[in-house]
């Protein structure tokens, strides 16, 4: 499918639940979004009516954005009284909330007066968790590209090092070929910088991500990932790392240790690994995201590991995988509450791990894509424990 076709596929299918809800059309001002339907992340809002062709409004840059844009009317932002005259007679717009500043909103409920804004957060994110064959390549490329990059990561790691140089090692090899860094997420209050890479105890620090594993960073205003901690020989080392490309993220976690594993933290990451071959086996289409939640839990808790599961005792993340693709934190999540069937083409990073507050964590994760035959492993290194 050529990058045209990609785009008016998926305006076709916007364009379809804009009918069906009754809308006149929809409005994308956040860059990803806009990103999504035009394939230019230039600064611009982009008008889908719920018939007809889309319109894209650009502040700048216009003429990268008219390079890049795969639809055709492509015209500088106008002015504000020049603005309203394009919406003649759309009066039901379809908006997303969850991505909209309240500054943002009363911008343009003034350059639309009269008109009813409906969110539409939901029905679009529903719409992008499903993958075309164009982005399950580019995520399949993202995969691969990341594998190697931990694979290569034996012949750096040693006893001595401080988590920051190891972070710095695998930022430095990845960005070589080619990883853009750039992660974003949806939700509010979350940032981070690319993965982490933590070990021992440290990687047993609480903090505000949303996630099993935290690390300390290098300071309080920036709680997160690799601080100057010491890597000492038999003390796990947990690298778990996004690969950006093509802006398609895929997220990874592999196990490292100089010297020889503690009989509890083996045990701990062969369940991780038992947990993750379960939920992957049911990675089909009609599966429910929470009931996969509960089976990890399950285990966790016959392997009499439940305190420990996706977190420290008490600040256990609820969940045990989470969508992906232009975004880390897309639909669906395996978590209870999220009942909604699995598609085929939904990819995920399921990522079972246990924190230990005198041991650290350990775990593993991998990227899937949803499949009649169960995941699609797109990050392809094998799950092994990395002995150094």
Known sequence: MTMMNECAARISALQEKLQQQELDGALFIYPIDVYYFTLTRQNSTLWVPAKGEPLLLVRKSLSRAKQEACIADIRPFPRSKEFAPLFEGQQQIGLCFDVTPLQQYNYYSKLLPERKFV?????????????????????????????????????????????????????????????????????????????????????????????????????????????????????????????????????????????????????????????????????????????LFAKAEQMADEAGLKDYFMGVPGENARFVGHGVGLELDELPVLAQGFDAPLVAGQTIAIEPKFVFPDLGAIGIENTFAVSEQGGEKLTPLADDLIKI
């Open 119 to 291: 969110d539409i957060s939901m029905q679009f994110r529903t719409q992008r968790s499903v993958k075309s064959s164009f982005e399950l390549e580019r995520l399949r490329h993202s995969g691969t590209q990341l594998s190697q990059v931990f694979a290569s990561m034996s012949d750096y790691l040693r006893p001595g090092l401080r988590e920051v140089d190891l972070a710095a090692e695998f930022e430095s090899r990845l960005r070589r070929i080619g990883g853009e860094g750039l992660v974003r997420m949806r939700a509010f209050n979350q940032e981070l910088f690319g993965g982490l890479a933590v070990t021992g105890p440290s990687g047993s620090s609480s903090g505000f991500f949303d996630g099993a594993v935290t690390g300390r960073g290098m300071s309080d205003a920036s709680p997160h990932g690799a601080s100057t901690t010491v890597i000492e020989a038999g003390q796990p080392v947990l690298l778990d790392y996004t690969g950006v490309f093509d802006g398609y993220i895929v997220d990874m976690t592999r196990m490292y240790i100089c010297g020889e594993l503690s009989e509890r933290m083996q045990h701990a990451f062969e369940v991780a690994c038992q947990i993750q071959a379960a939920v992957v086996a049911d990675l089909k289409p009609g599966a429910i995201a929470s009931t």
